[in-house]
């Protein structure tokens, strides 16, 4: 991790401008290179190498995480995601991200940092893992105590690109490999306990590889526990069809499952503790009104809380 920058001397020299644009319809409208103030576009200073398809969909949520911190009321207020968002010369104008898509994503990222600090709270020797870690600064958010370890885990070259990017810390970990391959858990030590997260990466994964790489963790790790934001059938119908997430639409490999209990049956150790429907959350009171009153809506009874955004978390 070597020459990693550090935030007060590189990337956060710069305040986070706290601005956003609507469109007619209360949106926000991501321009093409960072925000465009006056009509002009920035001059971007770092590119990195071409990420195939499925690499490339962390600058979606990387991308929500920023313009959630450019709002008035921040849900998760990740200043350093918007410092890399500043910084890279990536053509942010595909994405068609609408406010209800950044809130929710900042919203699922708060909840998992949530489950991880309190873990790590409990446990200060553990390890915690970040499966498809992408270009998520939660390693900063979170901020593990010294004594904890903590495991990026996603493609090599995105790897490489986090190295670049996100600030090294002498218990951060990072570990570029495919997460269906056999091999990569020999990086991760076995005999501690541990709290995986595991934000927007499951749709991608189909069911067997996501069973297979689950009983790979609990047969290597002692005990822990494991929270992912969960896809429903209709979310994933979602996910193939909104115009939000038509850059990642054809990528979509799981077919959801509705229950919070089907994960039990793919392995005896794995004991559901808590489903949290993200559309009754404290967060929801600070949305912007039609986001608050569409989640106000879905919170009256739990099928329709379910065509929302869930964390599933999970003890083993
Ligand atoms: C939508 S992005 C989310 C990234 C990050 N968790 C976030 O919230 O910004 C999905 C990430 O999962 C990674 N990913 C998908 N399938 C993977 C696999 N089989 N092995 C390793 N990483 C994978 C992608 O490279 C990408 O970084």
């Given at each position: 991790m070597g020459t990693r920058p550090h935030w007060r001397d590189g990337l956060l020299r710069e305040p986070p401008v706290r601005a956003r644009q609507h469109t007619a319809k209360g949106s926000y409208r991501v321009t093409v290179h960072g925000e465009a103030r006056a009509g002009s576009t920035r001059a971007m200073r770092l590119a990195l190498p071409a990420f195939t398809p499925l690499e490339d969909s962390l600058f979606l949520t990387l991308c929500a995480r920023a313009l959630d911190n450019r709002s008035?009321?921040?849900?998760?207020?990740d200043a350093a995601a918007d410092a890399i968002v500043r910084e890279l010369d990536y053509d942010y104008g595909q994405f068609h991200l609408n406010t209800n898509l950044i809130v929710t994503v900042a919203q699922r990222a708060k909840k998992l940092d949530e489950v991880a600090s309190r873990f790590l709270d409990r446990h200060r020797h553990a390890i915690g893992l970040d499966l498809g870690?992408?270009?998520?600064?939660r390693i900063v958010r979170i901020?593990?105590?010294?004594?904890a370890d903590w495991y990026d885990i996603d493609f090599p070259a995105v790897i490489s690109a986090r190295e670049r990017l996100i600030p090294g810390a002498p218990n951060a970990h990072s570990v570029g490999a495919d997460?269906?391959?056999?091999?990569?858990?020999?990086?991760?030590?076995?005999d501690r306990p541990a709290v995986i997260v595991a934000d927007?990466?499951?749709?991608?994964?189909t069911l067997d590889e996501m069973v297979s790489v689950l009983n790979r963790l609990i047969s290597h790790l002692p005990s822990g526990e494991i929270a992912f934001n969960s896809y429903t059938r209709f979310a994933i119908w979602a996910a193939k069809h909104s115009h939000g997430t038509r850059s990642v639409a054809d990528l979509v490999r799981s077919p959801g499952?509705?229950?919070?209990?089907?994960?039990e049956g793919w392995n005896p150790k794995l004991k559901l503790v808590r489903e949290i429907?993200?559309?009754?959350?404290?967060e929801v009171a600070e949305f912007p009104t039609t986001v608050r009153l569409y989640n106000r809506l879905l919170a009256l009874n739990t099928a329709l809380s379910r065509k929302g955004t869930i964390v599933l978390h999970y003890r083993f």
């Open positions: 008035p009321h921040p849900v998760l207020a870690a992408g270009l998520d600064t901020a593990p105590p010294s004594t997460l269906t391959g056999a091999d990569w858990l020999e990086a991760v030590p076995a927007g990466l499951t749709a991608f994964l499952f509705d229950d919070p209990r089907v994960p429907l993200l559309c009754r959350e404290p």
